[in-house]
């Protein structure tokens, strides 16, 4: 008689096992998942503030002056702008017979040391100047 109770409670054990299981599984799989999605909603809130730290110090007239003079080169009137350039990259050249240099430095590939604005507005003004109209 105890093998067959033993049998029978195996069966019932194994039986309850096997229903029991792969709910089990997927429950610690989803405890898994939120875990990790808590994870990610932490580090994308700790970005956000960090990105608004970042907007806030925009507001400051300092800040932005700063940064214009470090990202753009820029100058206050009455300050003078130096360029440093890595002696390791410049490569003199023997000078060509060609068009006289432009007034001021230059830079080693012969372009002149000028702001982009003033680039532009020189090519503006090139362009105006060899159009249609100046033909006339």
Not at 52 to 78: F, H, I, K, T
Not at 110 to 130: E, K, N, R
Request: no cysteine; hydrophobic share 45%; charged share 25%.
């Amino acid at each position: 008689m105890l093998s067959v109770r033993a049998l029978v409670l195996g069966m019932v054990l194994l039986a309850g096992f096997t229903l029991l299981f792969p709910t089990v599984r997927a429950y610690l799989a989803q405890r898994a998942e939120l875990a990790a999605l808590a994870g990610q909603v932490a580090a994308a809130e700790q970005a956000e503030r960090d990105l608004q730290r970042e907007l806030d110090r925009w507001e400051d007239d300092a800040y932005v002056a700063a940064q214009a003079r470090e990202r753009l080169s820029y100058v206050l009137p009455g300050e003078t702008a130096y360029r440093v350039i890595d002696p390791e990259v410049v490569v003199e050249e023997e000078p060509e017979d060609g068009p006289e240099p432009a007034d001021g430095p230059t830079l080693p590939d012969g372009g002149a040391v000028a702001p982009w604005y003033a680039t532009v507005w020189d090519s503006l003004a090139a362009a105006g100047a060899s159009g249609p109209e100046a033909e006339e």
